[in-house]
């Protein structure tokens, strides 16, 4: 079966890195997407990865290795704003999207 | 405004009422989604429109019944609901379906309680 694995909550110190990596399984693969979610609110579309590699936006980067089945976010210089859910989503060879089941981020002064 | 709207944002009903839900995007977008988001689950695909049609349903009970009456506005209605359909109701859109880059614009959800 299809399938998205990531951790369901992390703690982290503000102004430090975290890394919230996200395992998949899809039948094809069409690519990965990160979402941020703050309580209460709507998700928010953060990135999308199809090719191998990093990509950087501002103090959010997302890597992708197709082989390994394997991508993470990082968050740099973290903020007590980023303290939400982060949602990972693959989509499959018929364009559905897969959710994992988010991964709640908690930041600490 | 912002992109896409839902109301109400919180809604407590009794499992024999009948109420609706309401979504409306202001992007000129084509597609339109309902998602139920519970608890540590992960988001859960129920109806899907392009262009007004519907192009997909994942075996959603009967209780559930979506309308779109043009590309902008999209409905829920429910009624006779279950305890266990108590969720967040998210509504969603995008430029088209069926593209791998589509990305999606999501409402802040509406907060459904059945007692």
């Known amino acids: 079966g299809q399938n998205i694995d990531q951790p369901t909550e992390m703690t982290a110190t503000e102004g430090a890195i975290v890394q919230i990596n996200c395992t998949y399984q899809t039948s094809g693969f069409n690519g990965l997407f990160w979402y941020q979610q703050h309580a209460g609110e709507a998700p928010t579309f953060l990135s999308y990865?199809?090719l191998d590699g990093l990509e950087e936006k501002g103090r959010f980067s997302s890597f992708l290795s197709r082989s390994k089945g394997y991508r993470y976010l990082l968050l740099k210089e973290l903020q007590m704003k980023d303290s939400a859910s982060y949602l990972c989503?693959?989509?499959?060879?018929?364009?559905?999207?897969?959710w994992g089941a988010g991964t709640k981020l908690i930041i600490k002064p | 405004e912002t992109g896409v709207t839902q109301t109400p944002r919180h809604l407590v009903m009794g499992m024999t009422n009948k109420k609706s839900l309401k979504c409306e995007q202001h992007?000129?977008?084509?597609?339109m989604y309902w998602y139920k988001q519970s608890a540590k689950k992960p988001l859960e695909l129920m109806f899907v429109?392009?262009?007004?049609?519907?192009?997909e349903n994942n075996s959603v009970p009967s209780r559930f019944s979506p309308e779109c009456p043009n590309s902008s506005h999209l409905f829920l209605h429910l009624h006779t609901l279950q305890p266990e359909d108590s969720a967040l109701y998210l509504c969603?859109?995008?430029?088209?379906?069926?593209?791998?880059?589509?990305?999606?614009?999501f409402g802040s959800g509406t907060q459904l309680s059945v007692l």
């Open positions: 969603a859109s995008s430029q088209s379906t069926g593209t791998g880059s589509e990305k999606l614009f």
């Open positions: 989503a693959g989509m499959d060879s018929n364009y559905q999207l897969i």
């Open positions: 429109y392009s262009l007004e049609e519907r192009v």
């Open positions: 990865n199809v």
């Open positions: 992007l000129g977008h084509n597609a």
